[in-house]
């Protein structure tokens, strides 16, 4: 069964950092672009960060400067690394991904979702 699984959340302080990570699990025979996205109950599901599989990047202008989304194509592995971190980045962090299963096309996969929580 192919599925995405997330880890690496927590709580930290303000200014405090941590690195979610997710992977590709199952009968996965590619993986496309990858994208982190966060939601907040009673608010918009915001993308949060998109990689491709060159390793090209995006990231939203609210968390420019202070998260890095990197992959290790090997490992079918999407990583978010998260620096300064701010009480308004508390969300649950959804890993998304276009993965080429076997009915031998890419579908969009998600994460059941991991909690951050930044707080004082």
């Known amino acids: 069964q192919v599925q995405l699984v997330e880890s690496g959340g927590g709580s930290v302080q303000p200014g405090g950092s941590l690195r979610l990570s997710c992977e590709a699990s199952?009968?996965?025979?590619?993986?496309?672009?990858m994208r982190w996205y966060r939601h907040v109950p009673g608010n918009r599901r915001e993308l949060v960060a998109t990689i491709t599989r060159s390793h090209l990047t995006d990231v939203a202008d609210s968390v420019k400067g202070r998260f890095t989304i990197s992959r290790d194509n090997a490992k079918n592995m999407v990583y978010l690394r998260m620096n300064s971190l701010k009480p308004e980045d508390t969300a649950v962090y959804f890993c998304?991904?276009?993965?080429?299963?076997?009915?031998?096309?890419?579908?969009?996969?998600w994460g059941r979702g991991t909690q951050v929580t930044v707080s004082s």
């Open positions: 199952g009968t996965v025979f590619g993986v496309n672009t």
């Open positions: 998304n991904a276009e993965l080429l299963d076997s009915t031998g096309e890419y579908r969009d996969y």
